[in-house]
């Protein structure tokens, strides 16, 4: 959604994404249950919501990070609140040598979305900051080098070939 892409993921149960999927078709994102696949698909700028993180089946905390980037993309001023991980926005300074105008307080993160994000050099700070680092470089115009990315490497098996599967333009090259 955050790339403007047109996606069906496969071997998926689509009701443990219901949290997800509401907040996307919330934000205008077409979301479609087809059985053991869902299909997002994102041609026009996303609107803005609010959100909090939740126990299941609430929204997930590991999505907050990638989320905090289609946010920082979407129409209008969102506010991404952190109810269960104390250390969650430590990858708000990474997005923000994107473009992305975020401002934290406390436990709550407030996101303007801006038209388009930057290439940028950016560090992992964990998992899904590492995740949602690929995903704004993805997003970006421009090139993006992200350092540190033995983090996306613990849980994210050969992400840059899944992504060139999807149509990315993305490579691992060596330091």
């Given amino acids: 959604a955050a790339t403007g892409g047109d996606v069906t993921i496969k071997n998926c149960i689509p009701k ?12 205008g994102i077409t979301v ?8 997002i698909k994102c041609d026009k700028r996303p609107k803005h919501v609010n ?7 609430g929204f997930p905390t ?3 990070p990638q989320m905090a980037v289609l946010l920082s993309v979407a129409q209008g001023m969102s506010i991404l609140t952190e109810s269960i991980w104390d250390n969650r926005f430590q990858y708000v300074d990474e997005l923000r040598k994107f473009g992305a105008i975020i401002r934290t307080e406390g436990r709550s993160a407030l996101i303007e979305g801006v ?6 050099p ?3 700070t964990d998992l899904r900051a590492g995740a949602a680092m690929v995903i704004a470089g993805l997003a970006a115009k421009g090139v993006t080098d992200i350092s540190k990315i033995e983090y996306i490497d613990r849980g994210y098996e050969n992400i840059e070939e899944k992504f060139k599967a999807l149509g990315a333009k993305i490579e691992r090259v060596d330091d």
């Fill in 16 to 27: 443990h994404l219901d949290s997800i999927s509401a907040k996307l078709v919330e934000m």
């Fill in 32 to 39: 479609e249950e087809l059985g053991d696949a869902i299909h």
């Fill in 51 to 57: 959100l909090k993180t939740m126990p299941y089946p």
């Fill in 62 to 64: 590991d999505m907050h």
């Fill in 115 to 120: 038209k388009n994000l930057n290439g940028a």
């Fill in 122 to 124: 950016v560090k992992c």
